[in-house]
């Protein structure tokens, strides 16, 4: 095996910003470690695009809202590849009910599912990212609906707390990393496009609507977020640290 120049962890990469990171950070002589929770046929149609770059593509599964789950799979790429250099904490999902009618169970899923979930894996990932020095990363997707609250605008009570979480936690863990010049930071998407094939949680016609919000009068594209995790991944962004970076169109917030 040839010497590698990172190891990339994505989680949630079978479709959307997950997938368009994956392709954003393929590069040859770097390994790529795609997370889906279950569905391995899109992540595995993700690592056709990443082997055509030159870089390595594995699959691992997991369900991130079961504790443990995090460490499993960091063990699991730390021991096969004796490093691991890139943590992407992307996994996630939107739960667009009021407060009042959520109940126990689910808040308990969607915290987690994201913000438990990252700080799993900075947990596991810790040495290993302070091992890599300068070239440690780690970068939680949050998402808008944790900044912005207004009459018109989408509300996800319990989505935005658990992306709230996320966004604190970077931001308390780069201060730890720091003096290895390793780094830590959140991108907040705002409305983006979802794959034709995708779950969502507005209905199309809302989407339609929403778009007149933002500023720049459309969604985003995965791929404008997937440029955003790679420029805060790579060299260029090695002074930015426990930063939220807003990827949003112009959405006030």
């Given at each position: 095996?040839?010497?590698?120049?990172?190891?990339?962890?994505?989680?949630?990469?079978s479709s959307g910003i997950g997938a368009a990171t994956a392709r954003a950070l393929a590069a040859p002589n770097a390994t790529l470690v795609l997370?889906?929770?279950?569905?391995?046929?899109?992540a595995e149609k993700v690592a056709e695009a990443v082997r055509e770059t030159?870089?390595?593509?594995?699959?691992?599964?997991?369900?991130?809202a079961e504790p443990g789950t995090a460490g499993r799979l960091v063990d699991e790429i730390t021991g096969k590849f004796g490093r691991l250099d890139v943590v992407v904490s992307n996994a996630g999902f939107a739960d667009r009910r009021p407060i009042g009618e959520v109940d126990r169970a689910a808040?308990?899923?969607?915290?987690?599912?994201?913000?438990?979930?990252?700080?799993?894996?900075?947990?596991?990932?810790?040495?290993?990212l302070i091992k890599a020095g300068a070239g440690g990363r780690m970068v939680g997707v949050s998402s808008f609906v944790a900044h912005a609250f207004a009459r018109g605008l989408p509300s996800f009570p319990v989505?935005?707390?658990?992306?709230?979480?996320?966004?604190?936690?970077?931001?308390?863990?780069?201060?730890?990393i720091a003096p290895s010049g390793g780094t830590v930071n959140c991108v907040a998407p705002g409305l983006i496009e979802k794959d034709a094939?995708?779950?969502?949680?507005?209905?199309?016609?809302?989407?339609?609507?929403?778009?007149s919000l933002v500023p720049m009068g459309r969604y985003g594209k995965?791929?404008?977020?997937?440029?955003?995790?790679?420029?805060?991944?790579?060299?260029?962004?090695?002074?930015?640290?426990?930063?939220t970076i807003h990827v949003n169109g112009g959405v006030t917030l």
């Open positions: 095996m040839p010497s590698l120049q990172r190891v990339i962890l994505i989680t949630g990469a997370h889906a929770r279950k569905n391995r046929a899109g030159g870089a390595e593509a594995w699959f691992l599964a997991g369900d991130l808040w308990d899923a969607s915290i987690a599912s994201m913000t438990s979930a990252f700080y799993e894996f900075a947990t596991a990932a810790k040495p290993w989505s935005a707390a658990a992306k709230a979480g996320v966004e604190a936690l970077a931001r308390a863990f780069a201060v730890e094939d995708a779950h969502v949680a507005l209905s199309r016609d809302r989407m339609a609507q929403m778009s995965p791929t404008e977020v997937a440029a955003t995790i790679a420029f805060l991944c790579s060299p260029a962004a090695s002074y930015i640290t426990g930063q």
